[in-house]
């Protein structure tokens, strides 16, 4: 319709908070804040949520170098905006906090075909009940060693009525002397569709790929 729903991830390295021992564990609360200012269009939603985080121990955390990946939704009208999210501490007297401020442009989708962002993890979960597929998100857009796939999450809107299926293929590349070079390809891949809207979860594999900065391109064809 005339609104877009964004969904902010943010993660926590889990050394950055101060814990309180618990029956079930260390637990750590910390608030997070967001504030969205349209530049252009007189929009403004703001609030805050309070959350916690819980480890079994410190050396458990350290040896998987944990860190806490959570988010939330903002529904918006299409338009630029400055966008604010805090995090703060909220376990301790002295409380501390960090603070990440962007501008953002929030697209409409409201004609013709149209891909949305990505939202990339290293792990995909299955819902036997819905059928439907979750990328667990990764905000840092860093990865381990040794990882074998990457799960791409999109949607795509408006599709023609009138076929029952579309194509989407993956690419990962990276720049070489000025120019892209396209390490991974993967093959096209075609799916149903059931109306003209479209959300899937793709895997990329990434075996043998050498450690670096690279893009992911995917293409929907209808």
Request: net charge negative; glycine share 10%; no cysteine.
């Amino acid at each position: 319709g005339d609104s877009s729903r964004v969904d902010v991830f943010y993660a926590i390295p889990y050394d950055q908070l101060l814990y309180t021992q618990m029956d079930s564990g260390l637990v750590a609360r910390f608030s997070v804040g967001l504030d969205l200012s349209g530049l252009d269009n007189g929009f403004h939603q703001s609030g805050t949520v309070f959350k916690q985080a819980r480890i079994r121990s410190f050396q458990e955390a350290i040896n998987a170098q944990r860190s806490f990946a959570d988010g939330f939704s903002v529904t918006a009208p299409p338009g630029r905006y400055l966008f604010k999210i805090t995090v703060a501490e909220t376990s301790s007297t002295g409380q501390a906090s960090g603070e990440h401020q962007d501008t953002i442009v929030l697209k409409g989708f409201s004609g013709g075909l149209a891909l949305s962002s990505l939202e990339l993890g290293s792990a995909a979960v299955h819902d036997t009940v819905t059928g439907a597929t979750s990328v667990l998100p990764n905000p840092t857009h860093r990865f381990p060693d040794g990882l074998e796939a990457l799960y791409v999450y999109y949607e795509g809107y408006n599709f023609s009525a009138d076929s029952s299926s579309y194509r989407v293929r993956a690419a990962i590349i990276r720049e070489r002397g000025g120019k892209p070079d396209t390490v991974v390809k993967t093959p096209l891949l075609t799916r149903p569709k059931h109306g003209t809207n479209v959300a899937y979860a793709l895997g990329v594999s990434v075996a043998g790929v050498d450690p670096g900065s690279y893009r992911l391109a995917l293409e929907l064809t209808d």
